[in-house]
T-cell receptor
Framework: DAKTTQPPSMDCAEGRAANLPCNHSTISGNEYVYWYRQIHSQGPQYIIHGLKNNETNEMASLIITEDRKSSTLILPHATLRDTAVYYCIVRVEGGGSNYKLTFGKGTLLTVNP | DARVTQTPRHKVTEMGQEVTMRCQPILGHNTVFWYRQTMMQGLELLAYFRNRAPLDDSGMPKDRFSAEMPDATLATLKIQPSEPRDSAVYFC?????????????FGQGTRLTVV
């Protein structure tokens, strides 16, 4: 699976949009971008995933660049409860028996009042 | 509200003792993962199962760790003998491992302290 690069930490004001970047310059054509987050003392939580089109759900939006070498997770109106470590993961979707998710260091997002 | 259940939530044990951690995956999920999290190493995949069969346990120290799925509703991770370096939070996750989606649902974890 392709490696990802994320900033170690970011700050965001409550109520503002949080834009979390992820670089995955070695991504292959059949690899998806997944985002998870981990709130302190909890297990990781799935947020969203996509291949090349932008995706949106009730939690967030995922913007993938046309060359797919980077992506941005957008939390449109960050709240204090969004303070967490956000992980960007790139992996092959449904690749035979390979369903494992490999987590990096992630980005610690701190939402400030 | 379906969720992955892990027991115990906290475990303190002495070095050399056997530790068993249990996980009840979400009903109907056919893929189960075991992860270990420490400050130094972050989240490490230890093993995962598909339809109760182990697919990859390369992340697990074989001499002391073992993972099994006695049935579809129970996954276990055993450490025997335990060592202080095994102190970590152990997460179990389950998912539907077919076709498109690979979102994994994580439990709350078992915080293990080996003294």
């Amino acid at each position: 699976d392709a490696k990802t690069t994320q900033p170690p930490s970011m700050d965001c004001a409550e109520g503002r949009a949080a834009n979390l970047p992820c670089n995955h310059s070695t991504i292959s054509g059949n690899e998806y971008v997944y985002w998870y987050r981990q709130i302190h003392s909890q297990g990781p939580q799935y947020i969203i995933h996509g291949l090349k089109n932008n995706e949106t759900n009730e939690m967030a939006s995922l913007i993938i660049t046309e060359d797919r070498k980077s992506s941005t997770l957008i939390l449109p109106h960050a709240t204090l409860r969004d303070t967490a470590v956000y992980y960007c993961i790139v992996r092959v979707e449904g690749g035979g028996s390979n369903y494992k998710l490999t987590f990096g260091k992630g980005t610690l997002l701190t939402v400030n009042p | 509200d379906a969720r992955v259940t892990q027991t115990p939530r906290h475990k303190v044990t002495e070095m050399g003792q056997e530790v068993t951690m249990r996980c009840q995956p979400i009903l109907g999920h056919n893929t189960v993962f075991w992860y270990r999290q420490t400050m130094m190493q972050g989240l490490e995949l230890l093993a995962y199962f598909r339809n109760r069969a182990p697919l990859d346990d390369s992340g697990m120290p074989k001499d002391r760790f073992s993972a099994e799925m006695p049935d579809a509703t129970l996954a276990t991770l055993k450490i025997q003998p335990s060592e202080p370096r095994d102190s970590a939070v152990y997460f179990c996750a389950s998912g539907l491992g077919h076709g498109g989606r690979t979102e994994a649902f994580f439990g709350q974890g078992t915080r293990l302290t080996v003294v």
